[in-house]
T-cell receptor, first 116, second 115 residues
């Protein structure tokens, strides 16, 4: 069964610093991977997704993620943090084989704080 | 265009009561999902509809939970004999077609509080 682990429930960076949010997945087959962002009292918004094409995926708001099969990782990065990036970020996997093909399996989330 | 909408945004009820939560998906989206997000956790899958039928209800925690989508658009999540442990944010998402990589668009959620 697919699963997702997000290392670090809370990450704090200074404005202008590199953002690195970690995600490792477990899957017996090549997964489809997603990063969502959730602002306070709002729904989840898709940042980017990996669908077995390019391993480096660019998303909205300057975020990108790299799929590394050998490390079973899909870490999210942004070169320079902005105050507006403060939010909770969720990594999710949707497996193509076995079990449900429909639902997303989410990690527990990482809350990003940005200090001025 | 309009996104996924959910009503009510907040629902407070007493233990043992019955509640209904409504989801209006994006027009034309055939797939609809319900998730539950407890405090400090990621969303957990409840049920998935493709059209009018439940394609996968393996995430429903017990038989107190039920969902319908009679006309293939609006869906209602129904919870009977609510318990304090049912308190959470219930999220609805829709996508344009069944496919592994299709993006799920989420609504703002309904925050359910069971006293």
């Amino acid at each position: 069964a697919q699963s997702v682990t997000q290392l670090g429930s809370h990450v704090s960076v200074s404005e202008g610093a590199l953002v690195l949010l970690r995600c490792n997945y477990s899957s017996s087959v090549p997964p489809y991977l997603f990063w969502y962002v959730q602002y306070p009292n709002q729904g989840l918004q898709l940042l980017l997704k990996y669908t077995s094409a390019a391993t480096l995926v660019k998303g909205i708001n300057g975020f990108e993620a790299e799929f590394k099969k050998s490390e079973t990782s899909f870490h999210l990065t942004k070169p320079s943090a902005h105050m507006s990036d403060a939010a909770e970020y969720f990594c999710a996997v949707r497996g193509p084989y076995g079990g449900s093909q429909g639902n997303l399996i989410f990690g527990k989330g990482t809350k990003l704080s940005v200090k001025p | 265009g309009a996104g996924v909408s959910q009503t009510p945004s907040n629902k407070v009820t007493e233990k043992g009561k019955y509640v209904e939560l409504r989801c209006d998906p994006i027009s034309g989206h055939t797939a609809l999902y319900w998730y539950r997000q407890s405090l400090g956790q990621g969303p957990e899958f409840l049920i998935y509809f493709q059209g009018t039928g439940a394609a996968d209800d393996s995430g429903l925690p017990n038989d107190r939970f039920f969902a319908v989508r009679p006309e293939g658009s609006v869906s209602t999540l129904k919870i009977q004999r609510t318990e304090r442990g049912d308190s959470a944010v219930y999220l609805c998402a829709s996508s344009s077609r069944e496919g592994e990589a299709d993006t799920q668009y989420f609504g703002p959620g309904t925050r359910l509080t069971v006293l």
